[in-house]
């Protein structure tokens, strides 16, 4: 029982206002369907009580995952019972800390599959509001669109009717910490969060968003990642656009320029 969990990428990412310790925003969120971790359900030798996960790549004891399990298990009683036949086995082939929503698909792949496997019969909805829980991308790949625009702290998703263009990816081998980008970008660039920032773009596809606006000015937290780590400005190649919090950047496959790790 295998299932995929897709990255994804900000066309454009601009922060709109504070809600308490969080930071609204207005983006346009797109699947990319060829760069995907892998959850895997497979039967345990023997029974044994409690969720047993199992990572390609190191994870901290709490993360996305056992969320996920927890919130799951006190919505839906009973889920325990599968969970003791079987453990879960994360394959990870999406870089952390890179933007492109790695933890959050996992979480949102685990809630769909276990709603799946379990017969709990919950709506794409109700695992949402779990979703929110664990992390702002999260209703995103619950819902499963290919483009979306989000707004306020992840929770409003309207679905956008696009063909998704085809985008190259380049993560460099540098961590960007999520936390701090936001926190960095609070102390130093608060003045610049607007309610009608990137309200213009809702409406456009995400191709000509590309096209139109220049890198530097599509995500806001572009500039805060660069004061933490400014060795990401090396990598900063024109006609390539930094996703999320970084530390990826993409461009569509048109583009001709590519990265060398000089």
Not at 205 to 230: C, F, H
Request: some cysteine; overall charge neutral; proline content about 7%.
């Amino acid at each position: 029982m295998q299932f995929k969990a897709p990255a994804k990428v900000n066309i454009f990412l601009k922060i709109t206002g504070i809600r308490g310790g969080y930071h609204e925003l207005r983006s346009r969120f797109v699947r990319v369907e060829s760069l995907y971790d892998t959850l895997t359900f497979v039967k345990k030798r023997r029974p044994s009580p409690g969720f047993k996960l199992a990572s390609s790549h190191p994870l901290p004891q709490v993360n996305t995952l056992t969320k996920a399990y927890d919130l799951l298990q006190k919505a839906a009683p009973g889920i325990e019972t599968f969970f003791e036949e079987h453990k879960l086995v994360l394959t990870k082939r999406i870089p952390q800390g890179a933007g492109l929503g790695g933890g959050s698909s996992d979480a949102a792949t685990f809630l769909l599959a276990a709603n799946e496997l379990c017969g709990l019969h919950m709506s794409r909805e109700n695992l949402a509001k779990i979703g929110e829980c664990i992390g702002a991308d999260v209703p995103f790949f619950v819902f499963g669109y290919p483009s979306a625009n989000v707004e306020g702290i992840g929770e409003k998703i309207e679905p956008f009717e696009e063909e998704v263009p085809e985008l190259k990816l380049f993560t460099p081998p540098l961590h960007c910490d999520t936390g701090m980008v936001y926190r960095t970008f609070r102390e130093n660039f608060i003045e610049t969060v607007r309610p009608e920032n990137g309200r213009e773009w809702l409406w456009k596809r995400s191709e000509e968003i590309l096209k139109e606006v220049k890198p530097e000015d599509a995500n806001d937290l572009y500039r805060a990642a660069l004061l933490i780590y400014p060795r990401l400005r090396q990598y900063g190649e024109p006609g390539y656009f930094f996703s999320g919090s970084g530390s990826t950047f993409f461009a569509p496959e048109e583009t001709s320029n590519a990265f060398a790790l000089g």
